[in-house]
């Protein structure tokens, strides 16, 4: 299978901790993640590696207001240590300034104080956007069927009024839009947390279906959105299907709700298939809830490529390092095998 990989990740590298209660808690979202993966793949001759193409901004502004704003502030930092953090979030009846170019203002395009602007995140997340748009623009040339985007940062909690969550560009999302001009298009989420983005993004569309399956938000961030009953929005209506589960899910349980997505994306008819890969659906995943088992993704895998659609699989959450890397390959080499049994 076809890797598609960006250097640019190793430069952001959030170094916040903060403290609730008694405890203390770190980033999880550093760059070994990426290094873990492909220290993987690498022992497997199946994968071949290539390096994510350039495309014009124009993918990235157009989708995300916040763009400008992301880029001008990371090159306004002069070292690798600062990092600008949303502490204020003005609600309903603000005075907005005339411009919002000043870290300061980070709060009117931020959903949460964990994700930070730093010297390299514009080239980071610019670079992870690309990684999905070369699996795309690969997909929609016929040149592959399935491609692996090894995206970080994540994208799905990125959407069309603000970032968060980890995410500042959806990669999920440009590369729907670059693949939609071509035909209908699929995006099926297995990350624990809901696709909040990736939904508003496209809640009032027909070309773009989504689907999400994730822990329950009644309990589980990003907890305002992701609720069964959240199906699309005007002409979007019955383009949008959430799976919430609850705490403690394992295998079989999920497996149901892979089955139940695929078949709903059946229904659908789409010409492409778009899979935010998370695996912080492991069970020993630090910030998950799910009790799923390495090798069952595998089975995941199998029943993905089932589907017999051109698929491009980006890499969105998990955070366990040890076994993050066993895990994206057992998902992996589960499709190719899926795929040749079709």
């Known amino acids: 299978m ?4 960006s250097q640019a990740y190793r430069g952001h590298y959030p170094h916040w901790v903060f403290r609730l209660g008694d405890e203390r808690y770190k980033t999880k979202d550093v760059p070994s993640r990426v290094e873990a993966i492909k220290k993987e ?8 590696f290539m390096d994510a193409r350039r495309f014009p901004e124009a993918h990235l502004a157009h989708l995300h207001p916040y763009h400008g704003f992301i880029k001008a502030v ?53 670079g992870s956007a690309e990684c999905a748009l070369t699996g795309a623009a690969l997909l929609r040339a016929g040149k592959v069927r399935e491609v692996y ?8 909690h990125a959407g ?41 993004f ?69 010409k492409y298939l778009i899979v935010a890969c998370g695996f912080d659906t492991h069970a020993k995943d630090p910030i998950g809830g799910f009790a799923l088992t390495t090798p069952f993704y595998r089975d995941i895998g199998a029943r993905l490529a089932r589907a017999g659609l051109p698929t491009l699989l980006c890499q969105e959450g998990g955070y366990n390092i040890g076994l993050l890397g066993r895990c994206v390959r057992h998902l992996l080499e589960g499709f190719e095998v899926g795929r040749r049994a079709a």
């Not at 793949?41 to 071949?48: A, M, T």
């Not at 985007?149 to 799905?156: E, K, Q, T, V």
């Not at 069309?160 to 995006?187: E, I, K, S, T």
């Open 2 to 5: 076809l890797v598609v990989e």
């Open 41 to 48: 793949l690498l022992r497997s001759p199946g994968f071949e």
């Open 74 to 126: 990371s090159r306004s930092i002069t070292d690798d240590e600062t990092e600008y953090y949303p502490d204020l979030f003005p609600g309903e009846g603000a005075h907005l300034p005339r411009k919002t170019r000043s870290p300061l203002w980070a709060g009117l395009y931020c959903t949460d104080a964990v994700t930070p602007i730093l010297r390299h995140t514009y080239a980071a997340a610019r």
């Open 149 to 156: 985007a090894l995206c970080r940062p994540s994208g799905h």
């Open 160 to 200: 069309p009024r603000v970032f968060g969550g980890y995410c500042y560009f959806n990669n999920c999302a440009v590369a729907a839009q670059l693949l939609a001009d071509g035909g209908r298009v699929a995006v099926l989420d297995l990350d624990y947390h809901h696709g909040n983005g990736t939904q508003e």
């Open 202 to 270: 496209f809640e009032r569309r027909r070309d773009i279906f989504t689907c999400s399956i994730h822990g329950d938000p009644a309990d589980e961030y990003p907890y305002f959105w992701g609720y069964a009953r959240e199906r699309g929005k005007g002409p979007g209506r019955s383009a949008n299907y959430n799976l919430p589960l609850p705490k403690g899910t394992g295998n079989d349980g999920y497996l149901k709700a892979v089955d139940q997505g695929l078949r709903a994306i059946r229904r659908y008819g789409p």
